[in-house]
């Protein structure tokens, strides 16, 4: 394929892959790898990267990979070109090799594709309080809009679903941090001030956190952690001006591909729109609370995202690290077979 601009396929896909990095993830896991051979862009999961407890039927990595995949749809467009994807997983033989992205020739970029690759630059979950200033219902209805676009549902929930909502969130919270297996599996992706790791969460903005090394083990070790924890998210929620549920007509893989498309559109549309969100999936990582979540929200389908969404009362002081793209990216030469 030629490029007109005079750069190479594989120099606009990797620059896509360059933005697709940049997606969220559970924990700040990253597990995705890429391939690019001429003009495609394979996407694979990094199967070491699966949080075995936390996310045991890989819902939340298939969704984190669904995220990456919209940025790089993102930036083959900002970059002028078509995309066309192909969705690999809808034949069950090769479960870890998720979509191929192919470039469809030459198109003008619009003005929300150059915006939404500079909120894709600037993006991040913000784990903190938020203003206590209204999120407009047109803004929301946006954020419906990109949702439907990728094939999955948001629903701004009522004050008494939020209520029952954070009652939910300090429940789950207080169920998974006195498992065990699961502080030992979060204590794996907190990272302490000064590390030279590029994946997990910086431990000072997480809620419990601080910049002193030691401070982790502190908190992780602390009989109290799971009631002050559940409690300060249960407020947390009250507080926050919008609550979204994303959802899906299916619960397949597939959906959960689609899901993280329609979150990262999502986020994108808030980043423009001034506005931070924070995830509140611990209600959707025990099966039973998310049984719940769909009873209370009934017309989102399946549930599959949980978003608080507001104003940032504080600026993120410690932007969660992105590897490298040469640990995620492998370059083919030649034509594909």
Known sequence: MQVPTGRSPEEVLRDAVAAAVKAPSSHNTQPWKFRISNDV???FVDDARHLRVIDPARRQLVQSCGCALYNARVAVRAQGFHDEVTVMLVDGQHPDHLATLHLRGMNVPSDDDRERMKALAIRHTNRREFLARPVAAEHTDAMAADAEREGAKLVRILPDQKLAIAH????????????????????????????????GIPFAEKEFGSPWPLAKLRA?????????????????????????VIGTAKD????????????EAV?????????????LNQVLEIPDLRRRIGEIVT????????????????PIRHPAPRRHLEEVLEIVAGRRA
């Not at 006195?178 to 992706?189: I, K, T, V």
């Not at 397949?252 to 979150?263: I, K, V």
């Not at 986020?267 to 995830?279: D, H, K, Q, V, W």
């Open 267 to 279: 986020l994108l549309r808030a980043t423009m729109l001034g506005l931070s969100a924070s995830f």
């Open 168 to 199: 939910l969130v300090d429940h789950a919270d207080r169920l998974q941090l006195d498992d065990r297996a699961f502080r030992d599996e979060l204590g794996r992706w907190l990272v302490p001030s000064g590390s030279l790791r590029r994946d």
């Open 299 to 314: 017309d989102v389908g399946y549930p599959q995202m949980v978003l608080r969404i507001g104003a940032a009362a504080s």
């Open 41 to 43: 862009l394979d996407l």
């Open 220 to 244: 992780l070790r602390s009989p109290h952690l799971a009631s002050a924890f559940g409690q300060l998210e249960e407020e947390r929620t009250l507080a926050s001006p919008a609550i979204v």
């Open 252 to 263: 397949e893989a597939t959906d959960w591909l689609a899901c993280g498309q329609a979150l």
